[in-house]
C-alpha cells in the first residue's frame, strides 16, 4: 500500500511542471507561506471557494503554536477569513490575505 502511494506521487510530480516543481522543492519555509497566500488570492479571485479554502487551511496548518500569542492572532484571521469565503464574500477574502501577504513579504524580506 505504502509503495503504491509512493509511485502515485512519483507520476504526478513527474507530469507536473518541472520549473514549478523544482520552485517549490527549493523553496524556503518563508517562500512557502507567499506560494500559499497567491494561491488563496488566485482562488478568490476565481471564486473557488475549494481552493481558497484548502489555501486556508494549510495556512492555518502551518501555525508554530510554541509561538503561542502570534500563532492566536493569526489562527483567528485565518479562521475569520476562511469564514468570508464560506459566505462567498471573496472580495473581502482577497482583500484581507494581500494585506496579511504584503505584510508577510516585508517582515521576511521577501519583497
Keep these: 500500500m505504502l509503495m503504491s502511494n509512493f509511485m502515485q506521487r512519483q507520476r504526478f510530480v513527474?507530469?507536473?511542471?518541472?520549473?514549478?516543481?523544482?520552485?517549490?522543492?527549493?523553496a524556503s519555509p518563508e517562500q512557502l507561506i507567499m506560494y500559499i497566500y497567491d494561491a488563496a488570492i488566485v482562488a478568490c479571485a476565481r471564486k473557488d471557494q475549494g481552493k481558497a479554502a484548502q489555501?486556508?487551511?494549510?495556512?492555518?496548518?502551518?501555525?508554530n503554536?510554541?509561538?503561542?500569542?502570534?500563532?492566536?492572532?493569526f489562527y483567528n484571521m485565518y479562521q475569520f477569513i476562511l469564514s468570508q469565503i464560506?459566505?462567498?464574500n471573496y472580495e473581502d477574502a482577497k482583500k484581507m490575505i494581500k494585506?496579511?501577504?504584503?505584510?508577510?513579504?516585508?517582515?521576511?524580506?521577501?519583497?
Design 14 to 26: 513527474q507530469k507536473q511542471n518541472p520549473y514549478l516543481v523544482q520552485k517549490v522543492l527549493s
Design 55 to 63: 489555501a486556508m487551511q494549510e495556512l492555518i496548518n502551518a501555525l
Design 65 to 73: 503554536f510554541d509561538e503561542r500569542k502570534i500563532a492566536t492572532t
Design 86 to 88: 464560506h459566505k462567498k
Design 99 to 111: 494585506e496579511i501577504r504584503e505584510t508577510w513579504a516585508k517582515a521576511m524580506n521577501l519583497t
